[in-house]
């Protein structure tokens, strides 16, 4: 339940969106929520964006399919590994405002290291900490997409996994 639910978000990524208005931290934080298996818990988030970003790749082609030959793919990755075990604090103890708040701290880390990465890899901007700053100045106007995609995802796996739980008893609390 908790794969297909995750699978199920990260294939709304095909979806028409504004930029940026994406389930990928959400699916990472609740998988790392909710998976028994800490393996689990970041194998089926990051199988599902790999997944969701081919789709992407063989439907939008061109620039989209270049995403897979640079480094920037390694940090989206490892930043949804990161989100996954940051995650695991959530476990047992799920809650609206914990949920809002993991939310929203890691929509934040999630734009300081794409951008960061942006800067790193693209030729656009100077390898300085102006041209840093360029970079994450540039990436304002999607960071609030990144939170409202971010909230709104949360709700939907958070609040449809709860209310799954309390309709089938088989899917009561085994998490460590």
């Known amino acids: 339940m908790l794969a297909a639910l995750i699978l199920g978000a990260a294939l709304t990524r095909v979806l028409p969106h504004p930029p940026n208005f994406s389930p990928v931290v959400a699916i990472a934080l609740f998988g790392g929520a909710y998976f028994a298996s800490r393996q689990w818990a970041f194998i089926v988030p990051l199988a599902a964006m790999l997944l969701s970003d081919l789709l992407l790749a063989t439907i939008n082609g061109g620039l989209y399919a270049s995403w897979f030959s640079g480094a920037g793919i390694w940090l989206g990755y490892g ?98």
């Open 79 to 176: 930043c949804v590994a990161a989100i996954t075990a940051i995650g695991f604090g959530l476990r047992g103890k799920v809650g609206g405002a914990r949920v809002l708040g993991f939310a929203i701290g890691t929509s934040l880390l999630f734009f300081i290291v794409s951008n960061a990465g942006a800067w790193l890899t693209d030729p656009m901007y100077p390898k300085t900490l102006g041209g840093l700053g360029l970079a994450y100045a540039a990436g304002i106007p999607f960071f609030q997409w990144t939170v409202l995609g971010t909230l709104f995802y949360a709700a939907v796996l958070f609040g449809g996994f709860a209310l799954l739980r309390s309709r089938l008893p088989a899917l009561q609390a085994r998490t460590a």
